[in-house]
């Protein structure tokens, strides 16, 4: 039997490199900490506090317009929902009196533009807070902080004395929602718009067409939204409703037509576009499909020329994406007539080709009053440098293209669809630190956008896939480089996560309905508890995993687990703690038992729960890990604070249990396997310790704790 007092001291030298840099924006926190997401440029926190109490009132000095006054009432809303108290209506105050008083010195843009000024400065003392901006658009970002400030202690609500001067680092900050795939109806939009705008988003890019369905009415060619929609589209009517709802948010709102490839719905209505006979019919399986326009045909610009004529009335704002991505070009491999034409122009390849494609959409877009923008497939040679490059397929496209005078805007790494933790969006920065683009070319680096692609949501489950991992992305696009603590970020992330449900999104609370209905009518208790430590496969395993088309169900167990799991967080930070913080071992070592002990109870009720619906039965290999995981662990903790090391055996055949368990199921995956891999090794390497270096100590762990290999994109 050895003494425990090694193996928290050893972990405290080993940890004691992790310390967490300081946000680097520049505030001064003489209050208290802030949850503020986005950081803003400068904040410096004063002592006092403005009570927020139901006298509040809000006046208004210099101009007023209805955005603003629209945009004040949803912010007293918004302060009366939170802190329960019935506030004066409207600009009810005066300016000496007021509360609030806002400043705004002009309109701005009469539509949201990538040009706006959006800053805003905003004092807050004791006995006033003053937000003033040169826009209508700036006032709405101030307010939006002035809301992130309202705090309360035991008896009241307040806003801490602060001087903030913000505006964003990129003028281009977005989310792409793909309602193509799923349909998204203009409720999810709505509420999304909300959420973009609490976190200073402001541009929605509209994938409007995929093969999967054709989703806005044309009223010129209206077989496109009859026949490639299902029915699920959405009328000229409502798209100006979006728009307009947006608007009042400052948000843009960017169409994407995508083609020439990812066209299959645009085929079922007009097959004689296409580079191969057809007939089409609307695509149900996720992937990379074949149809395409055929770029040598005079009608199909012909047609184009009408569609796009359409759809720029309709869209106003200034850009228009055109996708042009992951077209393979094998219908124009086969078609004789597109290989003739080719060599007929000295067109060498399909890049060539869609090029040609692109040149001769820029001039129709051009004439109809839009800027051109495109996936980076069409970043080729001979492409016209007024068309912004939206870079996806990783970082590069967006440098070179700023080097070679092209702007551009990114999404590498903002692919929030692959489910992957908020930490790897975050550390992902258009210019980063080592960026060697000159002032001139970064300038050209418009800002990025956040991915929902939407093979696996549903109007239900949409939310829990953008947020609260959007809000991370909305910061890296808004704040300095400089701000990068990660536990800074999770820890407002978790404050803004809960704020963002106030605009109405569904991303914490929808978990339980998903739940209800899988457990007809039990208690939910234990599934949450399976389901908070799992998350779905990530990249695009999931189809590999689980496959199905779009018209499946979205209502399994894997659409009610969410990514980057806090639980798994937590209890990572938990056991991290056990075996770094040495006074406090105690403290921590009952907290790890306490989670392996809530993990193992749920065991029984779980599969009373599978064993009553069919729906579950697909969790039972999973109940039977979280089992294993629990056992595991506590036999762990048994050994550790017995500062007893236990047979190889034992740690063999634990290893290759956690191996096992290690394999997604049902699409799931367990991420608080390599912590309970730790809790094993620190078990078992106790007798170790008095001989190892603590960097031996680390390599050990980190080498044994790393999960499995993880298999490649499909
Ligand atoms: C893309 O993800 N195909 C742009």
Not at 306 to 317: N, Q, S
Not at 347 to 362: E, P, S, V
Not at 390 to 405: D, M, Q, T, V, Y
Not at 641 to 662: C, F, H, K, V
Request: charged residues 25%.
């Amino acid at each position: 039997m050895r003494s425990i007092t090694y193996l928290p001291l050893i972990f405290s030298l080993l940890c004691a490199v992790n310390v967490s840099a300081q946000s680097g924006a520049e505030t001064t926190t003489a209050a208290t900490q802030h949850n503020l997401m986005p950081v803003p440029l400068s904040a410096r926190f004063n002592a006092g506090r403005l009570p927020v109490n139901k006298s509040f009132t809000v006046a208004v000095r210099g101009q007023v317009d209805d955005r603003l006054q629209a945009g004040i009432d949803r912010a007293l809303r918004r302060i009366e929902g939170r802190t329960v108290l019935e506030l004066a209506r409207g600009r009810a105050g005066d300016a000496a009196t007021a509360t609030l008083v806002v400043e705004s010195g002009g309109p701005g843009k009469a539509m949201p533009s990538v040009e706006e000024d959006e800053s805003y400065s905003l004092e807050v003392s004791d006995r006033q807070a003053v937000l003033k901006a040169p826009t209508t658009v700036g006032v709405l970002r101030g307010l939006e902080t002035f809301l992130q400030l309202l705090d309360s202690d035991r008896d009241s609500y307040f806003v801490p004395a602060v001087q903030i001067q913000d505006r964003p680092r990129f003028p281009w900050r977005g989310l792409m929602i793909d309602v193509a795939r799923h349909f998204q109806p203009i409720e999810v939009l709505k509420r999304n718009l909300d959420g973009m705008a609490a976190v200073k988003l402001n541009v929605l890019h509209w994938h409007l067409t995929e093969d999967q369905g054709f989703r806005i009415e044309s009223k010129k060619f209206p077989r496109l939204h009859q026949l490639g929609s299902d029915g699920l589209y959405y009328t000229q009517d409502q798209a100006r409703e979006i728009i307009a709802y947006a608007r009042e948010r400052g948000i843009r709102v960017v169409p994407e037509f995508d083609l020439p490839g990812h066209a299959t719905s645009w085929l079922v209505a007009h097959p004689e576009l296409g580079s191969a006979p057809g007939p089409y019919t609307i695509e149900r399986r996720p992937g990379i499909f074949e149809p395409a326009l055929d770029p040598t045909r005079e009608e199909v610009y012909k047609f184009l020329d009408t569609f796009f004529g359409e759809m720029a009335a309709l869209f106003p704002d200034t850009y228009l994406h055109i996708g042009g991505d992951e077209n393979e070009g094998k219908q124009w491999d086969r078609n004789p007539q597109i290989q003739e034409f080719m060599k007929a122009k000295g067109i060498k390849d399909n890049h060539a080709l869609q090029t040609y494609f692109n040149k001769r959409l820029l001039p129709i877009l051009k004439k109809h009053g839009k800027t051109m923008m495109g996936w980076d497939e069409i970043f080729q040679p001979d492409l016209p440098q007024e068309v912004v490059i939206h870079s996806w397929r990783g970082p590069g496209a967006l440098a070179e293209a700023a080097r070679k005078g092209y702007k551009g805007v990114l999404s590498a790494g903002y692919y929030i669809d692959l489910i992957f933790p908020t930490s790897d969006h975050y550390t992902v920065d258009p210019i980063p630190a080592d960026s060697t683009l000159t002032a001139e070319e970064s300038a050209r680096v418009l800002g990025g956008e956040a991915t929902m692609w939407s093979e696996w949501v549903s109007p239900d489950t949409i939310d829990s896939r953008i947020w609260p991992r959007t809000a991370a992305i909305a910061e890296r696009l808004w704040s300095p480089r400089t701000v990068t603590d990660l536990d800074d970020m999770y820890r407002r992330l978790a404050v803004t996560s809960v704020r963002l449900e106030e605009v109405g999104l569904t991303h914490e609370k929808n978990q339980a309905v998903l739940l209800r209905r899988l457990a007809q009518g039990r208690n939910i208790g234990p599934l949450q508890t399976l389901v908070s430590v799992v998350e779905p496969v990530k990249e695009y395993r999931r189809n590999q995993q689980r496959p199905q088309t779009m018209l499946s169900p979205l209502t399994g167990l894997i659409d009610a687990a969410r990514p980057d799991s806090d639980s798994a967080r937590r209890f990572a930070a938990t056991v991290d703690g056990l075996l770094s913080d040495a006074p406090r071992f105690e403290a921590h070592s009952q907290q790890v038992r306490n989670i392996l002990t809530q993990w193992r109870n749920a065991g029984p009720e779980l599969e009373a729960m599978i064993d009553s619906s069919p729906a579950l039965h697909e969790a039972r290999p999973l109940a039977r890990d979280l089992d294993e995981l629990a056992t595991t662990g506590l036999e762990a903790m048994s050994y550790i604070s017995r500062g007893m090391a236990p047979a190889t055996e034992w740690r063999n055949a634990r290893l290759a249990a956690l191996d096992q368990a290690a394999k997604p199921k049902a699409g799931l995956e367990f991420p608080v396997i390599s912590s309970v891999r730790q809790l094993v090794i620190a078990a078992s390497e106790l007798h170790q310790l008095k001989q190892m270096t603590p960097a031996a100590w680390k390599a050990l762990v980190k080498s044994l704790a790393a999960p499995p290999k993880q298999i490649g994109k499909q």
